[in-house]
């Protein structure tokens, strides 16, 4: 079992930056990756960013390529999203995932949840 707990969210002005926390306890050994997705009402969930745990390997949705940045604290087990340039439509909320083995972008694939926080960006 994997445990995630998600920190961070809010209200941000349109060209805010946000960051987004979720620490990761249980059995998180072995190769796995962690990543963020978000829902908007009435949408369904898409990916936004993931990271390979062990080297550090990234990957962005198109539509936040350039504005976030996923990183991770090795020590914390801790994996962060940077938010920059946010835009009203990155609001949703988002989510903290967590999958055995290497990244993906389908939230299927993946075993664990935070349990979201909302982020309001306006304009």
């Not at 809010?10 to 829902?39: E, K, P």
Request: proline share 2%; glycine share 12%; with cysteine.
């Amino acid at each position: 079992q994997v445990q995630l707990v998600e920190s961070g969210g809010g209200l941000v002005q349109a060209g805010g930056s946000q960051t987004l926390s979720c620490a990761a306890s249980g059995s998180t050994f072995g190769a796995y990756a962690m990543g963020w997705f978000r829902q908007a009402p009435g949408k369904e969930r898409e990916f936004v960013a993931a990271i390979n745990w062990s080297a550090g390997t990234t990957n962005y949705a198109d539509s936040v390529k350039g504005r976030f940045t996923i990183s991770r604290d090795y020590a914390k087990n801790t994996v962060y999203l940077q938010m920059n340039s946010l835009k009203p439509e990155d609001t949703a909320v988002y989510y903290c995932a967590f999958r055995y083995g290497t990244w993906s972008h389908v939230h299927i694939n993946y075993a664990y949840w935070g349990q979201g926080t909302q982020v309001t960006v306006s304009s």
